[in-house]
C-alpha cells in the first residue's frame, strides 16, 4: 500500500514538471508603440495617433505636439523643414503679414517680402538673369508664379498668401540658401533668432 502511494506520488510530480517544462507561461504581449518611422525628405517623423505627430525640424527632434489647424497639419505632414520658421513667421495663418510693420516686413506661411518671393520665383523658373546652362526648373503651379507688389489687396488675394503656394517658394528658398532668409543669430531681424534653440542646421 505504501509502495503504490510512494509511487503516485512520484508520477504526480513527474506529471507536474513536465507540464511546466513544456508549456511555459507564454509571453505578455508586447504593447504596441509609436516608433515607426517614415521618411520624409531629411525629416524623421513618428507615428503616434492621428492627432499627434513627432517630428525632426532642420535637424533636431521635436517631441509630440497637438495639431492645432489644417494648415499646421499640412506643415509638419508635407513641408517639416519649415515647422519652426512658419510657427514664427505667421502661427500657420497664411493670410497673415508682419504684426509690427505690416506686410513689407513679411508675409504669408514663412513671412516672404516682396523682393524676396518675385527673386525666389524667378529663381525657380529660370528666369532673366538665372536663365543660366546650369539652372534647372523647379516645380510651381501656375497659380504660384505670379510677382507682388505693394500695396498688396485687402482680401490678400496674391499667391504670397496662398498657403501651398508659400510653402511650396519656401521649401526651395530652405532647401536652396539655408535659414538665411529668416536672419542670423547676429541680425536684428527676422524670425531665427526666435527659434535657433529648437533646430540644428547645416548652414
Known amino acids: 500500500m505504501l509502495r503504490n502511494i510512494v509511487l503516485i506520488t512520484i508520477l504526480i510530480v513527474i ?6 517544462v513544456f508549456n511555459p507561461e507564454p509571453k505578455k504581449q508586447q504593447a504596441e508603440t509609436s516608433s515607426l518611422v517614415l521618411v520624409q525628405g531629411n525629416s524623421l517623423m513618428a507615428i503616434s495617433s492621428p492627432t499627434k505627430v513627432g517630428y525632426q525640424v532642420l535637424g533636431a527632434i521635436i517631441g509630440e505636439r497637438e495639431i ?4 499646421e497639419r499640412r506643415v509638419v505632414e508635407q513641408y517639416p523643414d519649415l515647422y519652426w520658421a512658419s510657427k514664427y513667421e505667421s502661427n500657420f495663418d497664411p493670410k497673415v503679414c508682419n504684426n509690427e510693420i505690416g506686410c513689407k516686413g513679411g508675409m504669408g ?22 536663365d543660366t546652362e546650369n539652372c534647372l526648373i523647379s516645380y510651381l503651379p ?3 508664379d505670379k510677382k507682388i507688389y505693394h ?3 485687402e482680401e490678400r488675394i496674391e499667391p504670397v498668401f ?18 538665411d532668409h529668416w536672419g542670423t543669430e ?8 526666435h527659434w535657433a534653440k529648437y533646430v540644428r542646421t547645416n548652414y
Do not use: H
Open 15 to 20: 506529471l507536474a514538471i513536465g507540464f511546466i
Open 142 to 144: 501656375k497659380i504660384c
Open 151 to 153: 500695396p498688396m489687396s
Open 109 to 130: 506661411m514663412v513671412g516672404f517680402i516682396a523682393s524676396t518671393w518675385n527673386s525666389t520665383l524667378d529663381r525657380m523658373m529660370c528666369r532673366d538673369k538665372y
Open 186 to 193: 547676429d541680425t536684428k531681424w527676422g524670425s531665427y533668432k
Open 68 to 71: 492645432d489647424s489644417e494648415e
Open 162 to 179: 496662398n498657403a501651398e503656394c508659400n510653402l511650396i517658394a519656401g521649401q526651395w528658398l530652405y532647401s536652396n540658401d539655408g535659414t
